[in-house]
């Protein structure tokens, strides 16, 4: 049973006619939804359907054509400085540098995000410890297997404490086990208050969302819990689900 | 063979898709040709001089009048002072004074001997000894025009004739350099980094795992650029018979003969560049910096290299690019065959063996 | 501000790490700095010659042995005739030949007059043009010495003479090494930060984390700066190795202000980088940006009178000469080196080169913003 679903938590992601155009093509065409704190929302959908369009605007990466939409209560248009204070992102490469080492890298990035010196050398100690990569900290990102990349990564994009974190594809070549653990730091991070926007290949991965949506060539075709869509769809898993929305599909990348 | 046409094919795609790139790889050869044959120019023209005229009379003026019509000089300014030369040295302004001293017209006329004063910007010493001697050449044609009807005795008369290059045209000595710069520039760099590149995204070993043989992998990345190579080849000459009016006086087959050799070779090095380094970023460095360079020095199309000490000229012989150019420049302007530069041919040949090797044994050692 | 600080540590400590590149960066140049000059040498001397001989007399041999003694000239062989010291041309073993016809001492005495022939390898320009002109002179001095001894001063009564005096300022010695080492050090500061600087903004798009940036709440021009700093320190560290050089190989003591020459470097460095950040902007591949520097780089080079006057080209090279920012610094560099120019001699380039840097940073930044 969700908790979420009953008590009224405020709103961390609201999307309302959302739409980017390049010319005649319409990557994003008029998708509304919304996100609620602490909520762990997966946003599906084939390559090419426009989920990372979609995704770069809610960063304020990208200028809507048409449409509004607001982050932690900032408008994407008009407040991005402040949209951007109060997020993290992590993308399909990490992000990490890899020729400077854990500690520098987390440095750099708390740096950037304005935090104090002393802060910063409490966050460092903390992340390496919680992470268990004493040992490795002085090493250079480059060095390190993908998994721990991985986690690094995603520990320095909650340095700053932000309201939302976008994940884009962040699973992509590591083993399942490493798959699980990453998805307890999700869970933990959502626990703890931060609303988690992530954006997945791997439809197993979007069981372990609260709410997820399937885009098909640039619009929502479904949106909700995944315990509801299999059942509106009469499908054993999400990825029956997905399987028929995408199969009427035209574009594929 | 199917599949390294396929590869082949799949490279050249890639390099036609990348329109920038293109772009300069074509316009390098152009732009190079507009400047060299239309832009630079070595011989003194126009050179801004300052009079400082003491005298200000007849005299002066007409022998002011008559640096100004050459085509040597251009009189910048006419001032009194001579605290003006300095100036207008140090501002860049002028590279020789003229000075008259007060009596010049009087001494003339009446002590039918007068001096002249030249004072050259010695900062760039070829262009000061140049103008000098233009300068020289005017004031002796002004003498003899006040001398008109005396005939001076015992007159030695050079008769002057200019080999291979009438017109004394420049053309000839750097479209040779211009091929030679280009197809470096693109076999070298561009096939160095293109081949970096694919290890620095990791690309390089899944071709390496490929049932495909490993060198093979390499050769087809360098492949399309062999055929670049012999487009600027074409294009450089088209450019400069038509552009430049540059004759080709010898077999253009043996043009391009030798032109696919150099580009063997530079190949080669492009290749062992990639095997020895690890990012796109050194590759550039080493290529730009450690072989472009110095062949622009040491090929001998722009600084002659008589003219180096002794340890810099044995550099040059180093250099694929020196030999290269002699051959072209046999070739296209003394029209020599086969037989009049067998030898250079027979050391380029040599290189692109000597490159060749290295790089498959280095990439023995290190790739595999 | 402190944004700033953190962004030049991470670059620095990226630089440092890359032993490679530092050692490009510093080596490189001073390797080029020691060859170039000794390498990139126009002087005219020791052209090779081919005199052939036909008179075998005393006053044939004077004229010989005057060439041979002259600095210019490297006597070659000594064919027996033209078709040989042709021969020795089309070997690249001289470039000028000289023919003195038969009869020569008897006709020059007799006659009162007599002609020689010369002959140049006219593929290279320079040396044909200097050479013909130095041979000329030598020509004409032997035959003013030959007057001398056969009509002594009194029987040129009537004759008006212009006697030229020669002075030659800066450059006491004439060494083209002088000219060189000034212009190409500023050209080689020029490639490093122009290259550099592109190539690092296209790989952090390249490799992705340019994205990661554009997440952050960091100022565009926070961000640029801290782009900027490194490669214009870099620049004057590079510039400073390079007086240093210049100064203990050639003994090249700058006649004007250094501090002059390093204003003026801080300057003409916001525009070189700001013209690496512009290409930046319009690339996608660390190759691209290569490329394209490469091309500017090259007719930057040719087009900034380093090694063929400004003075020479047609109108429309010289607007592209004037519109080349290292045209400027090359210009400045040698005045202040070589003939002690001051600020108010250099005030127009300043204002040129500054003008530069704004167009050029704000163009970039203005790019900038679009894409993202």
Not at chain 1, 78 to 107: A, C, H, P, T, W
Not at chain 1, 114 to 135: A, M, N, Y
Not at chain 3, 281 to 299: R, S
Request: with cysteine.
């Amino acid at each position: 049973m969700n908790i979420q679903n009953y008590s009224p938590a405020p709103l961390a992601i609201v999307a309302e006619q959302l739409s980017k155009r390049y010319g005649d093509f319409v990557a994003t065409d008029a998708i509304s939804f919304d996100v609620r704190e602490g909520e762990i929302f997966g946003f599906l959908g084939a390559n090419g359907a426009g989920k990372t369009t979609a995704m770069k605007m809610l960063c304020g990466l990208l200028k809507p054509t048409s449409g509004k939409a607001s982050v932690a209560g900032f408008d994407v248009h008009s407040q991005v400085q402040e949209l951007k204070r109060n997020i993290g992102y992590m993308g399909q490469k990490f992000s990490l540098y890899d020729d400077l080492s854990i500690e520098e890298n987390i440095r750099y990035y708390a740096g950037i995000y304005g935090l104090g010196r002393k802060e910063i050398r409490l966050k460092s100690l903390d992340l390496i410890e919680t992470l268990g990569l004493e040992q490795e900290r002085a090493k250079l990102v480059g060095s390190l297997p993908v998994g721990w990349k991985q986690k690094v990564a995603f520990s320095v994009a909650l340095l700053h404490k932000p309201k939302v974190l976008f994940l884009d594809e962040p699973t992509g070549g590591v083993d399942p086990l490493t798959r699980r653990q990453f998805w307890e730091m999700i869970y933990e991070a959502a626990g703890q208050g931060t609303t988690i926007f992530i954006t997945t290949h791997y439809m197993d991965e979007a069981e372990y969302c609260d709410r997820i949506s399937i885009m098909v060539d640039g619009r929502i075709e479904a949106l909700g819990p995944p315990a509801e869509l299999k059942e509106r769809f009469g499908a054993a898993s999400v990825n029956e689900v997905f399987y028929q929305l995408a199969r009427t599909a035209n574009r594929t990348e | 063979m199917k599949q390294f046409f396929a590869f082949v094919k799949k490279e050249f795609a890639h390099i036609l898709r990348d329109r920038k790139t293109l772009i300069i790889l074509f316009g390098l050869p152009v732009s190079q040709i507009l400047i060299y044959g239309f832009a630079l120019t070595n011989e003194v023209k126009n050179s801004r001089i300052i009079i400082i005229d003491h005298a200000g009379d007849e005299q002066s003026r007409k022998l002011t009048q008559k640096l100004d019509a050459s085509n040597y000089f251009e009189v910048y300014r006419v001032a009194q002072d001579i605290s003006a030369v300095q100036t207008a040295f140090q501002k860049g302004e002028v590279k020789m004074a003229v000075v008259f001293p007060a009596n010049y017209g009087n001494d003339l006329h009446h002590q039918r001997r007068a001096q002249i004063q030249l004072i050259t910007d010695g900062s760039d010493p070829n262009l000061a000894a140049a103008i000098r001697n233009y300068a020289s050449a005017i004031i002796l044609e002004y003498q003899r025009e006040l001398n008109a009807g005396i005939v001076l005795p015992y007159q030695i008369v050079p008769q002057v004739r200019m080999l291979y290059n009438p017109q004394l045209k420049d053309a000839h000595n750097f479209v040779p350099g211009v091929m030679a710069l280009v197809l470096m520039l693109v076999c070298v760099m561009m096939t160095s980094i293109a081949i970096v590149k694919e290890k620095e995204t990791g690309t390089m070993e899944i071709l390496l795992v490929s049932s495909f043989k490993p060198l093979l992998v390499i050769v087809t990345k360098a492949f399309p650029y062999l055929v670049l190579s012999l487009f600027n080849v074409v294009i450089i000459l088209l450019l400069s018979v038509f552009l430049l009016d540059l004759p080709v006086n010898g077999s253009i087959a043996l043009l391009f003969f030798e032109s696919t050799v150099f580009i063997i070779s530079s190949l080669a090095l492009g290749i062992l560049i990639s095997i020895l380094t690890s990012s796109q970023q050194v590759a550039m460095l080493v290529s730009l910096m450690g072989l472009l360079i110095p062949t622009i020095l040491f090929s001998g199309f722009m600084f002659p290299i008589e003219n180096m000490p002794y340890p810099l000229q044995l550099i040059s012989h180093v250099i694929p690019a020196k030999w290269f150019y002699g051959i072209v420049q046999g070739i296209m302007i003394k029209g020599l065959g086969i037989g009049g530069i067998w030898k250079e041919t027979l050391i380029l040949s040599g290189m692109a063996l000597l490159f060749l090797l290295a790089s498959l044994k280095s990439f023995k050692i290190r790739l595999q | 501000m402190r944004i700033v600080y953190f962004l030049l540590e991470k670059e620095f400590k990226q630089i440092f790490r890359n032993p490679s590149i530092l050692a490009i960066i510093i080596g490189m140049p001073l390797i080029q700095l020691l060859v170039l000059p000794l390498a990139a040498n126009y002087e005219v001397k020791h052209i090779g010659i081919a005199v052939v001989d036909n008179d075998h007399s005393t006053y044939s041999r004077r004229l010989i042995s005057k060439i041979g003694a002259s600095p210019y000239f490297s006597l070659q062989d000594a064919p027996l005739s033209f078709l040989s010291a042709a021969e020795a041309v089309a070997q690249n073993r001289a470039d000028l030949i000289l023919e003195i016809p038969a009869g020569f001492e008897r006709n020059l005495i007799r006659e009162n007059g007599q002609q020689l022939f010369i002959a140049a390898n006219a593929i290279n320009g320079i040396k044909a043009g200097l050479g013909t002109a130095c041979l000329n002179r030598i020509i004409e001095q032997y035959n003013e010495d030959v007057r001398a001894q056969m009509v002594p001063g009194a029987a040129l009564g009537g004759m008006v003479q212009l006697d030229i005096a020669y002075s030659d300022w800066y450059n006491p010695l004439q060494l083209y090494h002088l000219f060189m080492v000034p212009g190409i050090l500023a050209f080689l500061v020029t490639m490093i930060t122009g290259f550099l600087s592109a190539m690092n903004i296209v790989k952090e798009k390249e490799d992705g984390t340019i994205e990661q940036i554009n997440v952050t709440p960091i100022k565009k021009h926070h961000f640029i700066l801290g782009k900027l700093l490194p490669f214009w320190m870099i620049g004057n560290v590079v510039f400073a190795l390079g007086l240093l050089v210049s100064f203990l190989v050639y003994g090249i003591v700058p006649l004007g202000s250094i501090l002059l020459l390093f204003v003026f470097l801080w300057v003409y460095l916001l525009a070189i980088l700001g013209f690496g950040l512009l290409v930046s902007t319009y690339c996608d591949t660390q190759q691209q940006a290569m490329l394209i520097m490469f091309f500017f780089m090259l007719v930057f080079i040719l087009m900034s009178g380093l090694l063929t006057a400004i003075d020479g080209m047609p109108l429309w090279a010289k607007v592209v000469a004037f519109l080349n920012p290292v045209t400027h610094i090359i210009e400045v560099a040698r005045a202040v080196v070589l003939k002690g120019s001051g600020w108010r001699d250099v005030w127009a380039q300043f204002l040129i080169v500054g003008v530069f840097g704004i167009v050029f940073n704000v163009w970039a930044i203005w790019n900038y913003r679009k894409v993202s």
